[in-house]
């Protein structure tokens, strides 16, 4: 699973144009053509990942599923039975804590679950499983955290998952021993249409709650065209879940 990980960081942003920029180095003297390519890529590449402006755009092909209206809240009773909230890792021995914390992204998927619930008054699943094995699970962290810093019950822990496929399967599995089949699904805009996707695919009824949008317009210097540290996190986040929808239905096709 290390490797796996060490693997993807190496092809992902940032680390694939800082692997350019060293090959654009080391060739200098003996490439110079190959090394002016792979210096203008890695730092273009860098450039353009950075650039506020970018996350906006990339999100808005990414954020197809609209917001769940407050006022609509209130009704979800009806049209579903449990409110799934999917992990999104964990911030490993903080000393300000003791002990390891979910993220801040599955904080905020957390927060807007736990309005869902006093909202419509359904149950929570949470789903995530362990970070390179070793536990606490992701979805154990989270429903500590609800239920300390929120006043929010959990029902169900679905804690082998590791990937979006996986958090789909393991739950649907779960939910279908309870006699469950309709879910509102919690995760962030980005993120949405694939794991809807795999929820389907899983046998569920699914209706979205998606947060955490990017492609909201921002006031920011420039336009946006002012890099910032900020902006190349959204940006290889939005990377991977470009990666991720054109991937899963290659991968899984067979399974659904």
């Known amino acids: 699973m290390e490797l796996r990980f060490i693997f993807k960081q190496l092809l992902m942003p940032p680390g694939v144009f800082l692997l350019l920029i060293l090959l654009g180095w080391l060739c200098v003297s003996w490439r110079p053509r190959l090394a002016a390519w792979g210096l203008a890529i890695g730092l273009g590449g860098l450039w353009l990942m950075s650039l506020p402006v970018v996350v906006e755009y990339a999100a808005r092909a990414l954020e197809r599923e609209p917001a769940l209206a407050e006022a609509h809240w209130p009704q979800l009773a009806q049209r579903a039975d449990v409110i799934v909230v999917l992990g999104s890792g964990r911030e490993e021995a903080d000393p300000a804590w003791g002990s390891d914390q979910p993220t ?94 795999c929820f389907e695919r899983a046998g569920l009824e699914v209706v979205v ?48």
């Open 104 to 197: 801040a992204t599955a904080l905020e998927r957390m927060r807007y679950a736990a309005r869902l619930h006093r909202a419509s008054g359904l149950p929570l699943l949470l789903s995530g499983g362990l970070h390179y094995g070793r536990p606490p699970s992701e979805a154990g962290l989270m429903a500590e955290s609800l239920q300390r810093d929120f006043g929010v019950p959990v029902r169900w822990l679905e804690e082998r998952s590791r990937t979006t496929w996986e958090n789909a399967l393991y739950s649907a599995a779960l939910l279908r021993e309870q006699g469950v089949q309709r879910v509102v699904l919690v995760t962030q805009a980005s993120h949405m249409p694939r794991a809807r996707w």
């Open 209 to 256: 709650a998606p947060l955490g949008f990017v492609s909201v317009p921002n006031a920011r210097p420039l336009g946006g065209w002012l890099p910032e540290g900020k902006a190349l996190w959204q940006n290889t986040r939005l990377l991977n879940e470009a990666v991720g929808q054109l991937a899963y239905p290659l991968l899984y096709r067979a399974e659904s």
